[in-house]
């Protein structure tokens, strides 16, 4: 058995208990979690039987097993990020909606059923 | 009903405080006195300057850019009963007395929309305002198939009907780009009239207005398709 056969999996453990940890403590999302958990599954087993590397290969239909596991890995890295982006974006669109509902909100008018305008703040010529 | 009393003069502003008071007198000269300040997120006296001008003043507590800042001046004057919007920037470059030019262009129902084109007249333009701008004009037309001289101008009207279908959803410079797809998308009539610009010697360095640069326009290009996915 090589050495990275070895500590790769105990490495895997301890995150696998650190996001059990942090789940139970409602830190993370279920989502998030599952994720996380997948992940460093899929690393120990790897570290413990490299044949599952082969696997990949065969079903994504690379020739190459090395091959296999760096596309597939680049892949889901661009997934994940373009997913980051969304979320940010979404974000983005939650903090200028409060920015602007709260400078609107100088125009005097009472929440949703905004029945009466004000006059506006002008002085006329 | 009297042209001027129901069009409302919109201008975002960001870090503007020497020259928005001058700016906001000139366009009561030219006789339009309902005019809306959006001060957007500005850390000088831009607020207090339009305030004692005696413009509408409303405030973002942090800047998001001009696009945000210009779907608050255009959703306030909506809810004050606007007939016409017009906006206009805040630096100064866009002459006043042009306003009239955009609104009698909706007046006389030749559009929807008016933008103020800077190519449409020998101007001043620096060089590299000139390839983003083709750049942008190219980008919007693949998008949006509305082929225009200057679709990232500041110096737009809208009538009513146009304030009250245009979805502005974007808060940077590409929202430039995302008023002509809404136009598209609702079949308003868009005109362009010609104006003048005269840029700062000295122009500063701000979210409003860096997006000149040709990184920026990439960074935007990108955030608008990114945006245009998320919303």
């Known amino acids: 058995m090589a050495i990275y056969q070895i500590l790769v999996p105990i490495i895997s453990l301890i995150f696998i208990a650190e996001a059990f940890s942090k789940f139970r403590q409602g830190k993370r999302r279920v989502k998030v ?25 065969k079903i994504s239909g690379f020739e190459d097993n090395v091959n296999a596991l760096i596309f597939t890995g680049l892949g889901t890295l661009f997934y994940l990020l373009f997913r980051l982006l969304l979320y940010i974006e979404t974000l983005d669109e939650k903090i200028n909606q409060l920015v602007r509902s709260k400078a609107l909100s100088e125009l005097g008018f009472n929440g949703p059923n905004r029945s009466e305008k004000p006059k506006p703040q002008t002085s006329e010529n | 009903m009297n042209d001027r009393n129901s069009t409302f003069v919109i201008l975002p502003a960001y870090n503007e405080g020497q020259i928005i008071g001058s700016l906001i007198n000139k366009i009561k000269q030219v006789g339009f006195s309902h005019i809306i300040v959006v001060d957007d997120g500005s850390w000088d006296d831009t607020y207090l300057e339009a305030e004692k001008a005696g413009a509408l003043v409303l405030k973002h507590e942090v800047n998001l850019g001009s696009g945000a800042a210009t779907r608050t001046g255009l959703d306030a004057a909506k809810l004050l009963g606007a007939e016409i919007a017009v906006t206009i920037d805040a630096d100064g470059q866009h002459d006043p007395s042009e306003i009239s030019q955009l609104v009698r262009s909706l007046r006389v129902g030749q559009g929807d929309v008016v933008f103020g084109s800077r190519f449409r007249k020998e101007n001043p333009i620096p060089w590299e305002k000139k390839i983003f701008n083709r750049i942008a004009n190219l980008f919007t037309w693949v998008l949006s198939g509305i082929s225009l001289s200057d679709t990232q101008t500041g110096f737009r009207a809208f009538n009513r009907k146009a304030l009250k279908l245009l979805e502005i959803r974007m808060s940077r410079f590409e929202f430039c780009t995302e008023i002509v797809c809404e136009v598209a998308r609702h079949r308003l009539r868009l005109v362009e009239v010609p104006i003048s610009v005269q840029y700062s010697i000295a122009p500063k360095l701000d979210p409003l207005r860096s997006g000149y640069s040709l990184a920026q326009g990439v960074k935007t290009a990108v955030r608008f398709l990114v945006r245009s996915l998320s919303l």
């Open chain 1, 33 to 57: 979690f599952l994720v996380w958990i997948f992940f460093w599954v899929l690393i120990g087993a790897i570290a413990l039987f490299p044949k599952i590397s082969y696997l990949i290969a």
